[in-house]
């Protein structure tokens, strides 16, 4: 077992609305809808899922900037305003407090 949670992001309707406005094509933005894209992040451990909301409300701008950056590099595309709210809105969050490692070999980050 990893010493982490874990916590899946998905895109609600708004977030892809935004997108659009955005200049990113409605065919790819409909490619990722379809194969249900979704993003897991690993959090520091928790026990319970109480304790996955308290971390993801504390990490959300971090999850929040990665996920704009897999879709917008440039930040000048970003909304002016990316609080808490927002993101509820546009992301779906599914935690899971336990995680085990099943993979064979060390976990290696890449750039």
């Not at 609080?83 to 290696?108: A, K, N, S």
Request: contains cysteine; negative net charge; proline residues 5%.
């Amino acid at each position: 077992m990893l010493n982490r949670s874990a916590v899946v992001i998905g895109h609600e309707p708004a977030f892809y609305g935004w997108l659009k406005t955005t200049g990113v094509s409605a065919e790819r933005i409909e490619e990722r809808r379809q194969s249900a894209d979704r993003t897991v992040y690993l959090i520091p451990a928790c026990h319970f899922p109480e304790e996955v909301e308290e971390v993801v409300e504390d990490l959300f701008e971090e999850i929040f900037r990665r996920e704009l950056a897999a879709w917008q590099p440039g930040e000048a595309d970003w909304p002016d305003t990316a609080d808490f709210d927002l993101f509820t809105r546009w992301f779906t969050v599914e935690g899971f407090p336990v995680v085990e490692d099943v993979g064979r070999g060390g976990i290696e980050a890449e750039a």
